[in-house]
């Protein structure tokens, strides 16, 4: 793909160390005073594809471009979203001295800070995965018995719920605290009220093109096919909600209050160099979730909590190559039973925790199921969070000198 040719710059400036370079080309929608419309974006420049297609580049009816979501985009297909990003890879590309020339390209370009980044994709169905095995470990180990910590399913099935949809929102919009009920003691009656361990999940999502008809399969070989891109997923979770509601249908008003993604989808071409290997499986999987080649994906991630009125304090570093299950093993065991998928589906991968407690996903596992606090950098202290804390996710993947990113979510809990 020659829009991940490392050697490429772009004349759009791109400062050191930017999520943005001019080998990502994301696609989001922005919005510049009452137009909204699909963007991409190099460096701190956002890029108003409407206008750019306008132009007669990309071979389509520019009204594709034109849209407060990317599903439009989306029902096209992956060689078009391909054949976009080359041709965004040519105009912007260094070389292209007639374009960096040209007064209407120009026109279509914004700084970051003169445009409002929207929610990306309107999202039909939402699945929640549970495939990184040191969070299960984790959590096994503190609900049940160390010696037994994974369910018998769990290496044999990439675990997923069906998730509210309706609740996804956008990295900067607010979320408030969880209500519902609880069970602090188990020999007392339940009670009801706000959400006293409420939690931060870090996971990755990606978003699907439109899949095949009811009643039909995706392989492991053709999941890349019907996978547009990956975005930053924080899945919120109301752990004491959920303790006690999750008996025998799973979590309900723990997860439905807000989901949060970054506002950049970052295309599977984008990310294809950064592809590693995965664990090895064993027991051995079923032929239908078998894989050739590595469906891995090297990505650092970053979470840190910023109390009101003062700095970040980083809480967690790890990695999405963590995962057990990869995104062509969910996806088809998604559509194995013939579930039809639909362009602007969006499946997360479950909380991504490595082995080293540095790299633990989330406060649950961080605190150890409230036992152990984080001090932050105003001197309090923290088991889960609280009002007014800002949690932020980042994550990038970096080869060869070229690093491809996703930005940040960044969500406030209100009260």
Known sequence: ???????????????????????????????FGK???VATRIGNTIIDLHKIAKLGYFDVDAE??????????????KLFTRQVRNEISDIFNSENKEAQANAKIQEALYSVDEVVMLMPVRVGDYTDFYSS???????????????????PNWKYIPVGYHGRSSSIVVSGTPIHRPKGQQKPNDNEPPVFGPCKLLDFE?????????????????????????????????DWSARDIQKWEYVPLGPFLAKNFASSISPWIVTLDALEPFRVAGPVQDPKVFEYL?????????????????????????????????MYWNMNQQLAHHTINGCNINAGDMM???????????????MLEISWKGTKS?????????????????????????????????????TKVLA
């Not at 793909?1 to 160390?17: F, G």
């Not at 894989?291 to 994906?297: A, P, V």
């Not at 889960?384 to 080869?399: H, L, P, S």
Request: proline share 4%; net charge neutral; charged share 25%.
């Open 133 to 151: 095995e040191q969070h299960a470990y984790n959590v096994g180990c503190m609900f049940r018995d160390p010696n037994n910590a994974l369910l």
């Open 64 to 77: 594709v471009f034109n849209s407060q979501k990317l599903n439009k985009m989306m029902l096209l297909g």
């Open 202 to 234: 870090l996971e990755m999502a990606f978003v699907t093109y439109k899949g095949k008809p009811l009643g039909k399969s995706i392989s492991t070989k053709e999941a890349e096919d019907y996978i547009f891109g990956m975005c930053l997923f924080n």
């Open 1 to 31: 793909m020659k829009a991940n040719n490392p050697r490429l710059t772009s004349w759009i400036p791109v400062p050191e160390n930017s999520d943005f370079p001019i080998q990502n080309i994301p696609f989001g929608v922005a919005k």
């Open 374 to 410: 984080v001090k932050m950098n105003d001197g309090t202290e923290r088991k889960f969070i609280q009002d007014n804390d800002t949690v932020i996710m980042r994550g990038y993947a970096e080869k060869d000198g070229v690093r491809v990113g996703f930005g940040e979510v960044v």
């Open 290 to 322: 078998e894989y050739e080649g590595n469906k891995h994906i090297d990505i650092k991630l970053q979470v840190a909590i910023q109390p009101e009125k003062t700095t970040e304090k980083v809480v967690s570093n790890s990695n999405y190559k963590y």
């Open 348 to 362: 997360a991968s479950g909380t991504i925790s490595g082995n080293d407690e540095n790299a633990y996903g989330s």
């Open 35 to 37: 137009k909204t419309f």
